[in-house]
């Protein structure tokens, strides 16, 4: 890929009129390039379509987790909706903690529902500490029957624009497939809005998989709010916009970490929300508070990645390995991705250790970090530790460079003789590290959200 996320971006919407390529169902008229945007550039930087064809399998676990806490969807009326993925939680204190919305739930009485998508993971319902939690299993099989039988085909205006843009992309997705998937979001969350319940807000995860829902959401009157979940910059093409699209499949908020990534969304980009919410993190307020202090190298924090440059990421730790002369610890913090898989692709030595603890536990424990593109590399930082980008395919760069690039505690490396000079330096205390992180991560979780929340009653959803 010669061109950066944000060059194509500003390509394709500054040359298409992108706002006009519809599709018209239920007497609605859908604009869909935001749909096809979010496949095409994740198929363009991983190489695969993000759950374009769905398996036997994958299927019959959504069977599985149906009847995980599907009652707290029909007993009581709630406040707030959250949708999460059980990604998200953390094991603390014995307990599975939903590191974007268990914290902001206890500000709110508890009257909280989270929806949580359980894909990658499933944890014990009762070890979770979620008050009301309840799979999304009912939501994802209603869709799945509906798409099946009754969005077969499929209209779609200026449909050669579509073609010309995955042709300058050199990438190709499967359109109806996009389009059932959030059409069927859109008519199943307004028939589920007739019999459940209603909340007076929603509070979501990762916006760009639920266009669907959010417009469903909107016309009932129900304001939405993003949760920051991940990396927020011009090189993320579901925040990146330079078109002039409808909000009403847009969220109204975005709480976001820290500063920078408010300044882009208001400032740069022209994603049609009404404001942002700057609030911080809890979980890094709580482990910079446990960290230890840092050391003199010996232990290192690996937060790994899915997909080609997550591998090349290991290929280019286990090189390095072989070439310096002291052995250094490696704490490897999978994903998604199990042990037992990494294990089966690669020969690792005796000093590289999968983790037992989740990654904030094991980065306040090591004394730097290392990643490929994390957000774990901003995260580093304001747990006052040194974050390391290996520089793979210029992607560290193209994610991180504009928020990081001028902080003296970060360094992108190329080649593993950069990690060896690297490590022979001294290091900072874990104070003076997290200080130079406020522009990212902003201090005060609890304050922050509950001025967020005391902002809720004065929005109103923007169709």
């Known amino acids: 890929m010669k061109n950066s996320i944000a060059e194509l971006v500003s390509k394709i919407e500054g040359e298409y009129d992108v706002r006009s390529i519809q599709t018209s169902r239920f007497n609605r008229t859908f604009e869909i390039y935001p749909w096809i945007k979010a496949k095409l550039f994740h198929k363009l930087v991983l190489g695969k379509e993000s759950l374009a064809h769905k398996s036997t399998k994958s299927l019959l676990l959504q069977f599985k987790s149906l009847f995980y806490g599907t009652w707290n969807l029909f007993i009581r009326k709630y406040e707030i909706w959250a949708f999460t993925n059980s990604v998200e939680r953390i094991a603390m204190n014995d307990r599975y903690s939903d590191k974007l919305f268990d914290k902001i739930s206890s500000y709110t009485k508890g009257n909280v529902l989270l929806i949580e998508f359980q894909y990658f993971k499933k944890f014990p319902f009762r070890k979770v500490l979620s008050k009301y939690v309840t799979s999304k299993a009912l939501f994802l099989l209603s869709e799945e029957i509906y798409g099946r039988i009754f969005l077969r085909k499929f209209e779609v205006k200026n449909h050669k624009m579509v073609a010309e843009i995955e042709r300058e992309l050199k990438c190709q997705v499967n359109l109806n497939s996009i389009l059932r998937k959030n059409l069927a979001q859109y008519r199943m969350m307004k028939f589920w809005l007739k019999i459940l319940p209603n909340p007076k807000y929603v509070f979501m995860s990762v916006s760009y998989n639920h266009y669907g829902y959010i417009r469903a959401f909107k016309e009932a009157g129900i304001p939405l709010i993003e949760f920051q979940h991940g990396v927020i910059s011009e090189n993320h093409q579901a925040y990146n916009y330079k078109a002039v699209l409808s909000p009403c499949q847009f969220p109204d908020y975005v709480a976001v970490f820290g500063k920078n990534e408010s300044d882009f969304l208001t400032r740069k980009s022209k994603m049609p929300i009404q404001g942002v919410s700057i609030i911080g993190r809890s979980i890094i307020d709580h482990y910079l508070q446990e960290g230890i202090e840092n050391g003199v190298n010996k232990t290192i924090c690996v937060a790994l990645q899915e997909g080609p440059i997550g591998d090349k990421a290991i290929t280019f730790l286990l090189d390095f390995n072989k070439k310096s002369e002291i052995k250094y610890t490696f704490m490897l913090v999978p994903r998604r991705t199990s042990e037992m898989t990494y ?121």
């Open 343 to 463: 294990r089966t692709s690669f020969d690792f030595p005796e000093n590289f250790v999968f983790s037992k603890n989740n990654i904030y536990e094991t980065l306040s424990r090591c004394d730097l970090s290392i990643t490929a593109y994390s957000t774990v590399a901003s995260e580093a930082l304001s747990l006052g530790k040194t974050s390391i980008l290996i520089n793979i395919d210029n992607k560290a760069k193209e994610v991180f460079e504009a928020s990081l690039g001028e902080n003296p505690f970060v360094y992108f490396i190329e080649i593993p003789t950069d990690l060896i000079a690297l490590l022979k330096k001294e290091r900072p205390r874990k104070v003076e590290v997290a200080s130079s992180n406020n522009l990212n991560i902003k201090t005060d979780y609890q304050n922050n959200c509950m001025a967020l929340i005391n902002l809720l009653p004065n929005i109103k959803p923007q169709l």
